[in-house]
Nanobody
């Protein structure tokens, strides 16, 4: 019943922008800390950004100043605006929801390449 559905991934050129969306169902959305993580083959999953129930935001050092996380509780959705993209941002991006349990989406591929 719990679903986190990511969308918005794709292929972009260095310096470009992309906006990821995640729609949640089956949870009390407003009670959860929502987040974005990313993973490259052979590396551990990396924190990108989180946003808490009271809008507290945290960002990974590698994306500070370039990415912005936001949420819309009326839509049960969390977003990640990614600007000034670099090839190093290439990864599968996962949406997460956390309270007593940590739920994960299936992931969406972001590729930054010329």
């Amino acid at each position: 019943q719990v679903q986190l559905l990511e969308s918005g991934g794709g292929l972009v050129q260095p310096g470009g922008s992309l906006r990821l969306s995640c729609e949640a169902s089956g949870i009390i959305f407003s009670s959860h800390t929502m987040g974005w993580y990313r993973q490259v083959p052979g590396k551990e999953r990396e924190l990108v950004a989180t946003i808490g129930p009271h809008n507290r935001k945290m960002y990974g050092d590698s994306v500070k100043g370039r990415f912005t996380i936001s949420r819309d509780n009326a839509k049960n959705a969390v977003f990640l605006q990614m600007d000034s993209l670099k090839p190093e941002d290439t990864a599968v991006y996962y949406c997460s929801a956390r309270y007593n349990y940590h739920y994960w989406g299936q992931g969406t591929q972001v590729t930054v390449s010329s």
